[in-house]
């Protein structure tokens, strides 16, 4: 069964303390104003700087982990993407309600439920 995927996110790692001073150095160094998270997933945790419609999510994110950039890959069938993935050299490393994997090169990256609609032009089909 065909799943599509593409490139959504472009996480900001950021390993601090408090995210607060990040998130404005980010939104100005970008340009970018912060938009509203749910309050669901409003713990401090994560930020959303707001991109048009045809533009990559920006992201920044506390972590434990050195600071550092990933991208996320949203997918219809996170478990397909994946699979293909592995296929292309990539490996799995942690599940969470996403796949984190790690490219040959090293790069992490996740793979990710659908996080924005319509999916529009950039959507690639995977048989």
Known sequence: MPHHSRLSTFVLDCQVED???HIEFWRQALGKPVKPLPPE???G????????????????QKVDHDS?????IEADDIEAEVVR???LGATRVEVKDWWVMQAPSGHRFCVVRPQR???GPHLNRWD
């Open 117 to 119: 609609t319509p999916t």
């Open 45 to 60: 945790r994560y930020a959303l700087l707001h991109t048009a419609d045809d533009e990559p999510v920006l992201m920044l």
């Open 68 to 72: 550092r950039v990933h991208l996320d």
């Open 19 to 21: 995210l607060a001073p």
């Open 85 to 87: 993935l592995e296929k």
């Open 41 to 43: 997933d409003d713990d």
